[in-house]
């Protein structure tokens, strides 16, 4: 089964930028489409961004026009660029296939904070 490993996050000012990184691992990483999900504290797991293996792009709601997903096929890495960071957007972030196929990593830690 695949591994996946999440970096990036960190402690950020409202309006600040971060940008995540996925490396996935024993999988065939460019047949998925790969999504970014977060978990804040208290609530359930949500998709927030996801990218098919050609490229397109969907996003939800809330961070539609501040976030963007990219992927890197050739080095199994998929991104998550964030602006305009809001306390919101605090939680943990994780990537997997859409929708979830492998066993999930340990995420990143985002936390929007004054």
């Known amino acids: 089964q695949g591994q996946l490993v999440e970096s990036g996050g960190g402690l950020v000012q409202p309006g600040g930028s971060l940008r995540l990184s996925c490396a996935a691992s024993?999988?065939?990483?460019?047949?998925?489409?790969m999504g970014w999900y977060r978990q804040a504290r208290g609530k359930q797991r949500e998709l927030v961004a996801a990218?098919?293996?050609?490229?397109?792009?969907d996003y939800a709601n809330s961070v539609k026009g501040r976030f963007t997903i990219s992927r890197d096929n050739a080095r199994n890495t998929v991104y998550l660029q964030m602006n305009t960071l809001k306390p919101e957007d605090t939680a943990i972030y994780y990537c997997?296939?859409?929708?979830?196929?492998?066993?999930w990593g340990q995420g990143t830690q985002v936390t929007v904070s004054s």
């Open positions: 024993r999988i065939l990483f460019s047949i998925y489409t």
């Open positions: 997997n296939a859409d929708p979830p196929r492998m066993s």
């Open positions: 990218i098919t293996s050609g490229g397109s792009t």
